[in-house]
């Protein structure tokens, strides 16, 4: 059914019905001009037989040379980064602007008898001017933009993810070429060689300039067409109706509505898999390795240096823009850094993204969409070089462990959010990294969805050197043996997960952790903290005077419309900056303190973000800890 026009303005479809007007109606005027009962014989006459053959067999042939020289001439301006692109891109589609009259007067003074490469032409004993081949040439010349447009827009539009990814499972150039870019362009491919040979069919200027008009060696059906108009106009109609007929149908094949394929992922429930089953960790080819790297990014002001041992999970956490994917970015490859990266002995420096053996897995699962799951899980093995037999057993010994067996030849389209996140695991591992990184894996799946494959990833990689970046402290208590803080491009601490959330050092760890952080500077009986509030409370052992941070529980805090006197030490007025609800109780914010209070608390209080309050909390629940540096 057609779409209703109705929400457009009036004079919008009162203009389209004015294009198409103008471009139909001459086309009716052919119509009427056709000498009906003469079609037949004028479309089989000598010359208009060689004319139609000639126009079928040079258009197809330059189809088939701008298709070989499109390609790689779009991948280059899409894909390539090199001085000078623009200029080249327009150079290249300079013949979509010049009159084709033009283009073949260039090709005349470039290929013509007289032309800049006749001397190496007549060497040859090669004539291109007024032949066959000089129609192809003219067509190519014309029709070559059109397809490179085609193609490099098509590749713009299909992120280059995907070849990232295939690269991060070792896949070479030429794997990656014909396994995962050509098949994914494969539809702009099509329309775009449709496309060329549909403007070859109907070249004239620049074929009439550079090949002449020779009955069946260069009179194309367009200057068949010409030549009719003069002697028989009816001649030239029916011809125009053959030409007109097969371009259509051309065009046509181009620009057909394609219908969507069904099963896609959003229309199917996260529970029609299987359920997980209780997955033992599958054997690494290799040993484990410890990591330890130190990465500068100027650019991006990140300085840090990473060490993991052997088998063990480092959590990082920061906040947006704290440069935690430039850190992932930079061992895998995809980001110039100095400094070094080192896995057990191995250097990863100088080595392409291929040889780094380093499974990326993020909230985007990144499978191929052309491919099933079983070939998306085999493809890893297979660019190490494992045969096809020895791939695919891997493949589907990693889908059965998480809970997809029976689900190998579906397409990335018909699975779930879920699902697809499963298979993705099963292809990060099976190349057998040496190093596993985790970028927010469970971002985009939904709570239901989320804690099997938490667990399933506890298991999986409980052996092997990963590195996690998340907002989640859940995944971080499930996932990780060991937990960095990145802020500002600088690890500002570090250690074993139970003691860096006992101890935290600033105030993004605490709203992690659920606890106030207040870093400020101690004077032997006081932290008058950055926010410029002062607290008393319990200092180290043994502790000096200098930077350090006031840790409170917010269960610790009370709230009060106004200064309570008493017991409490350290009252401090603020506004109210955030109001949160965490279950039965409400976090209410203000000054860098949090105050658990009951909802009952709070509507009593009738309490609003901008209300002022008094943040109440004893001398001897705040712990007062020195910053090391």
């Not at 088939?64 to 000078?84: H, K, S, T």
Request: charged fraction near 15%; hydrophobic fraction near 50%; glycine fraction near 10%.
């Amino acid at each position: 059914m057609p779409r209703n026009p109705s929400h457009l303005p009036w004079p919008v479809p009162l203009l389209a019905l004015a294009g198409a007007g103008f471009i139909l109606l001459p086309l009716v005027g052919i119509l009427a001009n056709v000498p009906w009962a003469d079609v037949p014989a004028l479309l089989t006459s000598p010359a208009s037989l060689d004319a139609l053959r000639l126009s079928l067999l040079t258009s197809f042939s330059a189809a088939l040379a701008c298709l070989i020289l499109g390609v790689p001439l779009a991948l280059v301006l899409a894909r390539g980064d090199f001085p000078g692109r623009s200029v080249l891109r327009a150079l290249i589609l300079l013949p979509l602007v010049l009159p084709p009259v033009v283009g073949g007067f260039a090709l005349l003074l470039t290929y013509g008898r007289q032309g800049v490469t006749a001397p190496l032409l007549d060497f040859f004993g090669v004539r291109i001017a007024f032949t066959t081949g000089a129609v192809i040439l003219a067509q190519v010349f014309v029709a070559l933009p059109f397809t490179v447009l085609s193609l490099e827009g098509a590749l713009n539009a299909t992120p280059a993810k995907y070849e990232r990814a295939a690269a991060g499972l070792g896949a070479g150039g030429g794997r990656i070429l014909r396994r995962i870019t050509l098949p994914l362009l494969a539809p702009a491919i099509v329309s775009g060689t449709i496309l060329s040979f549909a403007r070859a069919l109907g070249e004239f200027g620049a074929t009439l300039t550079f090949a002449g008009s020779l009955q069946g060696t260069t009179r194309t059906l367009p200057l068949e067409i010409y030549l009719q108009r003069e002697i028989a106009p009816e001649a030239a109609a029916s011809l125009s109706l053959l030409l007109v007929l097969v371009a259509g149908a051309v065009v046509l094949a181009a620009y057909r509505p394609r219908r969507a394929k069904p099963g896609r992922r959003e229309s199917v429930p996260e529970d029609t898999a299987p359920a997980l089953p209780a997955a033992t960790a599958p054997v690494s080819e290799t040993p484990a390795r410890a990591l330890n790297a130190h990465i500068a990014i100027a650019e991006r002001n990140v300085d840090a240096t990473l060490e993991v041992a052997a088998g063990r999970t480092l959590a990082i956490v920061g906040p947006n823009g704290a440069g935690k994917s430039s850190l992932f970015g930079a061992l895998t490859g995809a980001v110039a850094h100095s400094g070094h990266a080192r896995l057990g002995k191995r250097e990863l420096d100088g080595l392409s993204m291929q040889k780094r053996r380093i499974a990326h897995l993020s909230q985007d699962p990144l499978l191929f969409p052309h491919l099933s799951l079983l070939e998306n899980v085999a493809f890893a093995p297979r660019s190490q070089g494992a045969s096809k037999e020895e791939a695919q057993r891997r493949a589907q010994k990693l889908l059965a462990q998480v809970g997809l067996a029976g689900y190998e030849k579906r397409l990335p389209g018909e699975v779930s959010g879920g699902q697809a996140q499963r298979a993705a695991i099963a292809r990060a591992l099976a190349g057998d990294p040496d190093l596993v990184l985790l970028d927010e894996p469970f971002a985009a799946l939904d709570v239901t969805a989320t804690p099997p494959i938490r667990r399933l990833l506890a298991t999986l990689l409980r052996d092997r050197t990963t590195l996690l970046i998340t907002h989640d402290m859940l995944d971080v208590l499930a996932l990780a043996d060991d937990l960095a803080v990145l802020e500002s491009g600088r690890l500002t601490a570090s250690g074993q997960v139970g003691e860096v959330l006992a101890r935290p050092t600033s105030p993004f760890l605490g709203y992690l952790a659920g606890t106030c952080v207040l870093p400020g500077n101690y004077d032997g009986e006081a932290l008058h903290a950055e926010s410029g509030i002062t607290l008393r409370g319990i200092a180290d052992e043994d502790m000096g005077v200098g930077p350090a941070v006031a840790v409170i529980e917010p269960s610790s805090v009370a709230l009060f419309m106004s200064d309570p006197g008493g017991s409490p030490r350290n009252a401090i007025a603020a506004e109210v900056s955030e109001i949160e609800q965490h279950g039965r109780t409400v976090l209410v914010r203000g000054a860098g303190l949090s105050a658990e209070v009951t909802l009952q608390a709070v509507a009593g209080m009738d309490l609003r973000v901008g209300s002022r309050v008094v943040f109440a909390v004893k001398a001897s629940a705040v712990r007062i800890h020195a910053l090391q540096g």
